[in-house]
């Protein structure tokens, strides 16, 4: 069984997480670029008390949204130094 990717960081506000992935992106001339991508997500419980998640977000979800990409940007720009 391969290996599981693990997330470089998770950020959480409410019940909104964004998580940061790190990728190695090789280059034509050889070498190897570190890249990253964010995903984000909220988890809810459905209507039989399981947990669920999704990418869409109500009016309320809105202020944790916009705390988890910050700090996944100040995260990513502290990196880039």
């Known amino acids: 069984m391969a290996d ?3 997330p470089e960081k998770k950020f959480r506000s409410g019940g909104v997480t964004a ?3 790190k990728n190695d992106m090789k280059l034509p001339d ?3 670029r570190e890249t ?3 995903s984000v997500e909220r ?3 459905d209507k039989n008390d399981e947990w669920q998640t999704t ?3 109500n009016v309320n979800d809105l202020a944790d949204l916009e705390t988890v990409a910050s ?3 100040k995260h990513l720009k502290v990196k880039e130094q």
């Open 71 to 73: 700090l996944a940007r």
């Open 55 to 57: 990418n869409s977000y």
């Open 43 to 45: 988890s809810y419980k």
């Open 4 to 6: 599981k990717v693990k």
């Open 36 to 38: 990253h991508s964010v």
């Open 19 to 21: 998580t940061i992935w």
């Open 30 to 32: 050889g070498t190897v």
